[in-house]
């Protein structure tokens, strides 16, 4: 064909525009699969060095680049596989620029006699929609460098801290055990009981010591509130035992004339309500007969004495239990002796300790919890000092003096304001927790005070 | 059967310069309705059969007896009414006495053996009578008594029917209807055009025709008519234009399956061929273009979509199913991903 037909022109033309459009399409294609590579990639890798908690940088380099490469692949796939063909193309010249089918009819006949007729159009031009290849790619480059660039420290989370509460867990085990084995309590209230140890044990954190050691108290007083209560029970259970014993003791020496029939079925009457409340005088009935009961001096004698010996055996059980099941966790891990000649030693008259962290056991309380203050106030603007107190066991045992040294003022009345910690912990502070006022509350308290002292006056 | 090589300008420049002749001839004599001009003459050079449908008054009738005169072919009408049997239109075997005294049966041709035909107020006429042109519509010939005879050619039908006055009407069963190549609106005119018809025409009379077409210079148009060039592309975007018509298809248009009942039938396809190449022809080209498909497409296609009770109810018309297809299917049948779209430049001098 002659360079200089129009036609041949046009056909170059679209020879142009398939070039545009391929790097077009190659773009698109190129950046929508670098974009999604990179959230994949990102993805491995943040997997990898999470799980691993490895940290390679030459591992990072060399995804980046194989990124790059499958993205050129899949870039070069897609324009291929979209690119129109140069056919195709010069029909839509013709269409678009109404050639009146010459164009068309040049791919199949001889149509050089028409060319003086053609006007060659500009280039066309292509519009690209880039907005989700632009996203994918912006937030996918952003999510692999986030996640080559990120530091270790940030992926991996610090491993788990449990404080050492091997000592409380064994107490409250064994008392559940005893309430277990003695059944004197609900059986789905023990297994509550432990579920909440279990929790605790889960939970257990040194960095949140405070909630760990409240809610082992709060289940060390729920322990010892069920066992009052099963000692409550089992006392009054050995008091009708004992009355019963000795009031059918008595009875039973009375000669059946002079027992009416009335009195024995009022008797029996009642030993059939006792029955209802103590399984154990329902027992010793059942051996007897069925109600109502034909209370004879011999039945009233044998029921007697099997009363007095469940008595005796309960009250040698009761004994027994009290002295083992004390809920009284065992003090003194703290040598007070030490710590008072310490104390004496150490610590000035106008220094003022706020509080005591001591190292193991279930006599720690809310006290060792860790203190966060949002700010400093005038009045609490001490240096904080830990000091470890020597131990008989050993330096497991140690207690550790946390002490917030403040420097003295002028106003006493001042000074006379900052509560004192306890030096024990434990229960008492856990007590007298409502009553805790914050350094930077206290402010706020005293105006409060001071207004309602003027309303007063 | 394509032709082997275009027309070349000198050859094609003579016969479309005669037809856009006609045209001028025919918008001279009637006036304001150059588009249904043009189609009616693209309905002619197509041989095809014409409906018109519009309002009474606006120059249905006048418009065919001016194309009539024009083209110096028989020209013959008949008014349709209800009592209009086939024989009215068909002829019939007559009785009659030979001059030697025997009686024998003569066929007397009915008016339809005539080269146009304008079927006045088709709709009026019982179906049993407009189905008597099924067969001289699609084979231009007419079968009495076993007989078939063939139909003078070049052979048109042009109807006209009145979108009013329902009552006492026939619609005109499917069948015929897809044997008119086309239906043209013939649309009221403006204020301005009136102004001229009444000051120009006395009593609405129209003026003589200034040439007339004799036959030899018809059959050269109808010769080129074979000449012009239909290119695969474009009869490519044809068939797919028609298959899109189609409801329920794999191409069919999500719009078309919802709203058309019935889609335009493959004489639908040969039509639209035929009257783009017309188009071309009067253009003055000597390829069918896309722009020419575009422009008899409605023409050839409203009257082949059958619409369904949904589009009567939403109000859809079978012009605004066709503009629909138009604008997308594609011509050129470039598939280019989402979102990647080529707009065309300006063109240079």
Request: charged letters at 25%; proline letters at 5%; hydrophobic letters at 45%.
């Amino acid at each position: 064909m002659n360079p200089r037909n129009p036609l041949h022109q046009t056909i170059e033309m679209t020879t142009k525009l398939r070039r545009y459009l391929w790097v077009m399409l190659f773009l698109r294609g190129t950046l929508f699969a670098f974009g999604a590579l990179a959230f994949v990639t990102g993805g491995v890798v943040l997997g990898f060095r999470a799980f691993s908690g490895i940290e390679f940088e030459e591992i990072g380099m060399l995804a980046v680049a194989f990124i790059c490469f499958l993205s050129v692949e899949y870039g070069i796939i897609y324009a291929r596989r979209h690119l129109p063909a140069r056919r195709s193309l010069l029909v839509w010249l013709e269409e678009t620029e109404n050639f009146g089918g010459i164009l068309a009819a040049s791919l199949e006949v001889d149509a050089l006699s028409w060319q003086k007729s053609i006007k060659l159009p500009e280039l066309p031009k292509i519009r690209v929609d880039w907005r989700v290849c632009r996203v994918l790619f912006t937030l996918g480059v952003i999510f692999l460098f986030g996640v080559l660039l990120m530091p270790q420290s940030r992926l991996v989370a610090p491993p788990k801290l449990p404080l050492d509460i091997t000592q409380e867990r064994a107490e409250l085990t064994r008392k559940l055990e005893i309430l277990t084995e003695e059944s004197l309590i609900n059986p789905d209230e023990i297994a509550a009981m432990r579920a909440d140890l279990a929790e605790i044990e889960a939970n257990n954190d040194a960095r949140n010591s405070g909630r760990t050691y409240e809610s082992l108290d709060a289940l060390s007083r729920q322990i010892e509130l069920a066992e009052d209560n099963a000692k409550a029970n089992a006392q009054k259970q050995l008091e009708t035992l004992n009355m019963l014993s000795s009031t059918l003791d008595s009875l039973s020496g009375i000669s059946s004339g002079e027992f009416s029939a009335e009195a024995q079925a009022q008797m029996s009457a009642l030993l059939k309500k006792k029955a209802q409340e103590n399984p154990e005088i329902a027992k010793m009935l059942a051996q007897v007969g069925d109600f109502p009961l034909k209370l004879d001096s011999k039945t009233m004698q044998q029921l007697a004495d099997a009363m007095r010996d469940a008595a005796k055996a309960g009250e040698k059980r009761f004994a027994k239990w009290s002295e083992e099941g004390s809920t009284q966790f065992a003090s003194g891990s703290i040598d007070e002796k030490e710590l008072e000649a310490w104390l004496t030693q150490n610590a000035p008259d106008d220094c003022v300790l706020l509080a005591i962290g001591i190292n193991g056991g279930n006599n720690r309380g809310r006290g060792d919890a860790e203190l966060n203050f949002s700010g400093e106030t005038t009045e609490f603007s001490g240096a904080v000092k830990d000091i470890a107190l020597a131990h008989q066991r050993g330096p497991g045992n140690s207690a550790v003096l946390r002490s917030f040294a403040v420097a003295p003022t002028e106003s006493k009345a001042e000074q006379g304001e900052v509560i004192a910690g306890t030096l024990r912990g434990g229960k008492a502070v856990s007590e007298q927790s409502e009553e805790l006022i914050y350094p930077e509350h206290r402010s706020a308290v005293k105006r409060y005070f001071k207004a309602q002292k003027r309303t007063l006056e | 059967m394509k032709p082997n090589e275009l027309l070349t300008p000198e050859e094609l420049k003579p016969i479309s310069e005669r037809a856009a002749r006609i045209l001028d001839e025919l918008d001279r004599l009637l006036l304001g309705q150059h588009e249904a001009h043009r189609l009616l003459l693209i309905g002619i050079l197509s041989r095809g059969h014409v409906l018109l449908e519009g309002l009474p008054g606006v120059g249905k009738t006048a418009l065919v007896k001016a194309l009539g005169a024009l083209l110096s072919l028989d020209f013959k009408r008949i008014q349709f009414t209800p009592d209009l049997l086939p024989s009215d239109i068909l002829g019939c075997n007559i009785l009659q006495s030979t001059p030697d005294g025997e009686k024998k049966m003569f066929f007397q041709p009915g008016a339809i053996f005539t080269n146009i035909l304008l079927a006045d107020e088709i709709n009026r006429a019982s179906p049993k009578t407009q189905s008597a042109m099924l067969e001289a519509m699609q084979e231009h010939a007419v079968t009495l008594l076993g007989e078939t005879r063939p139909l003078p050619e070049p052979f048109f039908v042009l109807a006209s029917q009145n979108p009013i006055e329902l009552e006492g009407t026939y619609p005109i069963p499917e069948a015929q209807l897809d044997r008119f190549l086309f239906k043209v609106a013939i649309k009221s005119v403006n204020s301005d055009v009136l102004a001229r018809i009444i000051a120009d025409r006395r009593r609405g009379e129209t003026p003589p025709v200034s040439f007339v077409v004799n036959r030899t210079e018809l059959s050269e148009l109808f010769g080129a008519m074979e000449q012009i060039y239909l290119s695969a592309p474009v009869a490519d975007y044809m068939a797919r234009l028609v298959a899109a018509a189609h409801p329920g298809t794999a191409e069919s248009l999500p719009e078309i399956t919802q709203f058309v009942a019935f889609g335009a039938s493959p004489r639908a396809a040969i039509a639209l061929s035929e009257s783009a190449r017309a188009a071309a022809l009067l253009a003055g080209r000597p390829t069918v273009g896309f722009e020419d498909v575009k422009s008899v497409a409605p023409a050839v296609l409203n009257h082949r979509l059958i619409l369904n009770y949904q589009a009567r109810l939403e109000k859809i018309s079978s012009f605004d199913l066709v503009d629909m297809l138009l604008s997308k299917v594609d011509p050129a049948g470039v598939e280019l991903p989402k979102g990647v779209k080529i707009f065309a430049g300006s063109k240079n001098s």
